[in-house]
């Protein structure tokens, strides 16, 4: 499975949406995208939330405490996880329950971002199952790791 979509500028590439019933699911199954952070991302993001947090927008700031340059929103990476479940895991049927992350790195504009999931813990008489999900960097550094509870309707 996982097939190489990448998003630029939030466009996706590769229009396709995946239509998994819970019955086509299995423990391991996994789907992975990738997605490059554009400074366009970072600007809807804050006119979204109304987040001005100075680390988000200012590189002298982000320096002063640390950081490479301005932080990307942690939420801002954390949202992929929705295109994640929505359009590949399980895709049209998708009813996200519950999630659960742990940001562990920062992420930077321009960072090319690789959103995996894999399969758990399904319940097919509750139409219920679990996404193990990471996202890693361009570097190979896991940013990103978690546990989301789905639904399928």
Do not use: W
């Not at 190489?4 to 019955?23: A, H, K, P, Q």
């Not at 554009?38 to 002063?64: V, W």
């Amino acid at each position: 499975m996982g097939r190489d979509t990448v998003l630029r500028n939030s466009y996706i590439r590769d229009f396709r949406m995946n239509d998994y019933t819970i019955d086509q699911l299995y423990d391991g199954m996994t789907e992975s995208f990738k997605v490059v952070i554009t400074d366009k991302m970072m600007d809807s993001f804050r006119e979204i939330t109304g987040d001005i947090n100075p680390l988000h927008m200012s590189d002298d700031y982000a320096k002063e405490k640390n950081f490479d340059s301005k932080v990307v929103f942690g939420m801002l990476s954390s949202s992929f996880l929705s295109t994640l479940a929505g359009v590949y895991l399980p895709g049209k049927r998708s009813l996200i329950r519950e999630v659960d992350v742990k940001m562990k790195k920062p992420v930077y504009v321009g960072d090319e971002l690789t959103v995996s999931g894999q399969v758990c813990d399904i319940n097919a008489e509750l139409n219920i199952f679990y996404i193990k999900v990471t996202i890693i960097n361009q570097n190979g550094d896991k940013v990103l790791r978690g546990k989301m509870q789905m639904g399928i309707l």
